[in-house]
């Protein structure tokens, strides 16, 4: 071997070492940054997870992140987990405070559309058939005979995907204060379908002005009723809101609070 093929050989080695370290070092460095998102996410993430949602540990694995819930709901209520959260990415859950899940689909859609069950609809099912039995034994089959609603109402109230907490020291009824215009203001883009107001859809938030002498929004615009929230005497004749055992975690609640940050936030279920 000549000098000149000895140069370009050795010149030819260290090109490669050179480009070897610096794969090594993106590697490195991306395994360094997946495990900081992931411990992050193992500790920190609390992740408010669509209706029928299993267990956390295990949703993160079946859920094959194909997108049908969130294509499926109507108000666009289910977002994608993004690459900072870790092993969540991709994965469905809900922003309440910007848009909360109002049930007016009326038919547990993003449960009955997941091809894995990580959103089980069996457990819905099952009570909406007790539901809808139970009514037939006591209504005639003519022309006003709709288990629908019934069928409908079955299933929500199953529903837990979180329990609702109020946050006394902020909460206007708690301070005996009232509110009065748009809880959000006229720019915030959430809808509901208010059962205050009798609306056949979902409206926007920013469309609905109110008057109370006691703010009671929460519970006006829950979608379960008074099973989930009312407002229950203090002792001294003050009314506040208070959560019941029949709360879903919808997070409509927590959507329509008229307090800069929410005075009521919601607390998914621990797995």
Partial sequence: ??????????????????????ALAAVGA?????????????????????????????FIYGCIKCGLCVQICPIQAI????????????????????????F????????ETCPTAVLYFKQFKKEGE?????????????????????????????????VAQVKQDSCLAFQGKGFKGTPRGSDFKGINRS???????????????????????????CPIGETAIVMADEGNGNLVPEVLSGCTGCGVCVMVCPTEEPSIVVEPIKS
């Fill in 30 to 58: 991306g395994v360094g940054y997946l495990q900081k998102v992931t411990a992050e996410n193992r500790i920190n993430q609390k992740f408010l997870r669509p209706p029928g949602a299993i267990d956390e540990s295990t």
């Fill in 130 to 162: 007790k539901a809808i039995e139970k009514y037939g034994a006591t209504h005639e089959r003519n022309a006003e005979y709709n288990p629908f609603p019934v069928q409908i109402l079955a299933m929500k109230s199953i529903v837990k995907m979180g």
């Fill in 195 to 221: 059962p205050y107001t009798g609306d056949a859809k979902a409206t926007p938030v920013s469309e609905k002005v109110y008057d109370e002498k006691i703010c009671n929004i929460c519970v006006k615009e």
């Fill in 79 to 102: 977002k994608l987990a993004g690459i900072k959260d870790g092993l969540a990415y991709g994965t469905p859950y809900i922003d309440v405070r910007n848009q909360a899940c109002d």
């Fill in 1 to 22: 071997m000549d000098k000149s093929d000895h140069e370009l050989n050795r010149r030819q080695f260290l090109k490669s070492s050179a480009i070897a370290v610096g």
């Fill in 104 to 111: 007016s689909c009326d038919s547990m859609q993003c449960v």
